[in-house]
Nanobody, 131 residues
Framework: EVQLVESGGGLVQAGGSLRLSCAAS??????????IGWFRQAPGKEREGVSC????????YYTDSVKGRFTISKDNAKNTVYLQMDSLKPEDTAVYYC??????????????????????WGQGTLVTVSL
């Protein structure tokens, strides 16, 4: 059974940084090429895709609003995906979730649409960016 556990959220001032972690179990990065994505949902808004990475191949994709500020990476030894978030803005405030799918490829379609159909999710971690 695939399971995802997020951590690393918190309260930070605008311009600050946070690093989120998504620890995966039930599959192995070295052998299984899952598309693992970070998605976020702000109060009163729909879930939106932020970034993704392929667990084995390592290719990445970012939505335009976070390009140049967020960096997604992985540690195969720890079976963990990270989201380094720099230059945070109040509009980045949201619950951040990681999701995974074996059949998808990381790219624009996955980031734009997978939030609506993925079945494997973590519990979420809250990021609050204050002025």
């Amino acid at each position: 059974e695939v399971q995802l556990v997020e951590s690393g959220g918190g309260l930070v001032q605008a311009g600050g940084s946070l690093r989120l972690s998504c620890a995966a179990s039930g599959f192995t990065f070295d052998f299984d090429n899952y598309a693992i994505g970070w998605f976020r949902q702000a109060p009163g808004k729909e879930r939106e895709g932020v970034s993704c990475i392929s667990s084995r191949e390592g290719n990445t994709y970012y939505t335009d609003s976070v390009k140049g500020r967020f960096t997604i990476s992985k540690d195969n030894a720890k079976n963990t995906v990270y989201l380094q978030m720099d230059s945070l803005k109040p509009e980045d405030t949201a619950v951040y979730y990681c999701g995974a799918d074996l059949l998808d490829s990381c790219g624009s379609y996955y980031v734009q649409h997978a939030g609506g159909y993925l079945e494997v999710w973590g519990q979420g971690t809250l990021v609050t960016v204050s002025l």
